[in-house]
């Protein structure tokens, strides 16, 4: 549980929203209360490759989420990982 830590972006996928080099702020607290939204940043655990990523909430499903990239074309996301579970989900981005 994380209740604020600060990433570094590292990587195009968010772009033009969240620039490589960019410092960004993360929160679990928002999710004591509701669950992620449609339109969230969150920051999650992508189990296959180990590695914490950056993504837009696209759809949900029940406890299920589809992430993207803001970079169609430049983003490692649910279109090729899956649907990613709450529980993978560490937080949401809030500065």
């Not at 993360?26 to 339109?39: A, H, K, L, N």
């Not at 490759?49 to 169609?72: A, H, M, P, Q, S």
């Amino acid at each position: 549980m994380l209740l604020l830590s600060r990433f570094i972006i590292k990587g195009h996928s968010m772009e033009p929203t969240l620039l490589n080099g960019a410092i960004v702020l993360c929160s679990s607290i928002p999710y004591f209360f509701v669950s992620p939204r449609v339109g969230d940043i969150v920051i999650v655990k992508d189990n296959e490759t180990e590695k914490i990523i950056i993504k837009r909430v696209e759809k949900k499903e029940g406890e299920r989420y589809f992430l993207i990239g803001d970079n169609i074309k430049d983003s490692l996301d649910s279109k090729k990982l899956g649907w990613f579970e709450r529980k993978d989900i560490i937080g949401k981005v809030i500065f």
